[in-house]
């Protein structure tokens, strides 16, 4: 479990058709309904999503801590027919201490990103740099093993870059990028082939 009792926010980009109940799945309740959830409706077009605290309520229609939270889990509502024709597409998700008040706040929330996530045969990466300079982006395998190490340079602000020269094993990789200024990016990537 993780303290985000200190966040106040949580922050995602959404986009698809239907609606989706957003669960904090907290390791000290035991009950489904008593978990903290909140209901959102999607639509075509990517939308920025910022849910605060009161937007989650459980069972007896109280807002919980966010003291002891495991994971954050998108569940789908509906009948039958909707269901069929849900289609649901999300990204960034994060919590923040506080609502994204300006664009500067919106680029700076946005952090890093990997998509499409599963990677068929090019990868786009896009994120925020406080300063320009090189970067160097590593591919790691599962076993920690080095498959391919990018390298070029970064402007100031959004930055976004695609990478083709994709290792041809298909399989879950690591990566770390790194910026000119020490930031340090690092997630997974499911290759699914090129």
């Known amino acids: 479990p993780t303290d985000l009792s200190n966040y106040s926010v949580l922050s995602f980009k959404a986009r698809g058709k239907g609606t989706v109940e957003v669960t904090l799945v907290k390791s000290g309740t035991r009950d489904w309904a008593d978990q903290p959830h909140a ?28 003291d002891d939270l495991t994971m954050v889990v998108f569940d789908v509502k509906g009948d039958e027919e909707e269901l069929d024709n849900f289609e649901m597409r999300v990204s960034g998700v994060a919590f923040r201490q506080s609502q994204v008040t ?5 680029l700076a929330s946005q952090d ?16 925020t740099a406080k300063t320009s300079g090189e970067f160097s982006m590593e591919l790691l395998s599962p076993g920690g093993k080095s498959t391919r190490i990018y390298k070029g340079m970064t402007r100031i ?21 790194k910026l000119a ?12 082939g090129n």
Not at 120 to 127: G, L, Q, T
Not at 157 to 177: A, C, T, V
Not at 181 to 192: P, W
């Open 39 to 66: 209901t959102i409706t999607l639509g075509e077009e990517e939308e920025q999503f910022n849910l605060d605290r009161s937007s989650f309520y459980d069972s007896s229609n109280l807002s919980q801590e966010w």
């Open 112 to 127: 890093f990103n990997v998509y499409p996530n599963p990677v068929n045969d090019v990868m786009n990466v896009s994120f």
């Open 157 to 177: 602000g959004r930055n976004e870059i695609q990478f083709s020269d994709l290792p041809q094993n298909k399989g879950l990789y690591f990566y770390i990028m």
């Open 102 to 106: 300006s664009i500067d706040d919106l």
């Open 181 to 192: 200024d020490d930031t340090t990016f690092q997630g997974k990537v499911l290759l699914t």
